[in-house]
């Protein structure tokens, strides 16, 4: 079966990472869900795709350089629409509290910089609320994926590639990642990324096939999921 990753949530129905948008991805059929998390200047993991909080609030600045408390008072909704004004930046403990009674996966990307206690963190909110074994901790980041191993081996991890090269898949096997995502244009014209990867024993999901022309090729290559924005349009599709 191939896996609808939804992509921040639903980003083309609510505003992406933001609990509406997690919501509809669930409603949608998502099988796992993707957000991206972030620390605060006192340390509380957020859910926000940027560095700063410009484009997805009315706010401005660093995420690391504003506090929680500043961060809850933004509005994280009306660049989208009207109907979304008021909206919050969520924590990781809402995310987690909304998408844990759900049986879709979590594929939670850790944003760099990230330190050790902030990687224990995140682990330790996954773990509270018993979702370990649902989850896929990925990264750009080679050595935040090092934090994570070494804090907590037994979670899978996520390698996520600006571009496949010809060092990835020793990366790969050292970081021991159950998954590896390459953008979808380094599997679509190079045979050889999914060849390597595959043969490795790592599994695929390119980022970000918004073309739906995209997803059988895609398919036909071995790829294990797509992340995607159009979580209604995949579902509709892989279940055709
Ligand atoms: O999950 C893959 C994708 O989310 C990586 O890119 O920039 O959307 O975090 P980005
Ligand atoms: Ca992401």
């Known amino acids: 079966m191939t896996h609808v990753v939804a992509h921040r949530g639903y980003p083309t129905v ?19 869900v993707e ?10 993991p957020v859910v926000i795709h940027d ?4 484009r997805t609030t009315d706010g401005s600045g660093r995420v690391w350089d504003l ?7 933004l509005d994280a909704g009306s ?7 008021g909206l919050r ?15 879709a996966e979590l594929l939670v990307e850790i944003k760099p910089p990230a330190t050790l206690d902030e990687v224990k963190s995140i682990i330790a909110q996954l773990g509270e609320r018993d979702l370990l074994d649902r989850s896929v901790v990925q990264s750009f980041d080679a050595d935040v994926l090092r934090k994570v191993r070494d804090v907590a081996p037994e979670v899978r991890r ?14 790969a096997r050292e970081l021991g990642v159950t998954y590896c995502n390459p953008p979808v244009d380094d599997v679509l014209n190079g045979p050889e990324t999914m060849a390597a990867l595959t043969a490795a ?14 997803w059988r090729p895609l398919v036909d290559a071995g790829a294990a999921g797509l992340i995607t924005d159009l979580v209604g349009e995949l579902t509709g599709w892989v279940n055709a």
């Open 67 to 73: 506090t929680a408390a500043e961060i809850a008072r």
């Open 89 to 103: 930046v969520p924590t990781l403990v809402e995310t987690l509290d909304l998408l844990a009674p759900a049986t």
């Open 35 to 44: 957000f991206d998390v972030r620390c605060t200047r006192d340390g509380v």
């Open 51 to 54: 560095r700063t909080v410009d």
């Open 14 to 32: 609510a505003p992406e990472n933001t609990l509406p948008a997690f919501a509809a991805a669930l409603r949608a059929g998502a099988t796992i």
């Open 79 to 85: 660049w989208f629409g009207p109907g979304f004004t």
């Open 158 to 171: 996520g390698l996520l590639l600006f571009r496949f090269d010809g060092e990835t898949v020793e990366i």
């Open 201 to 214: 024993g790592v599994g695929v999901m390119p980022w970000t096939p918004n073309d739906m022309a995209r």
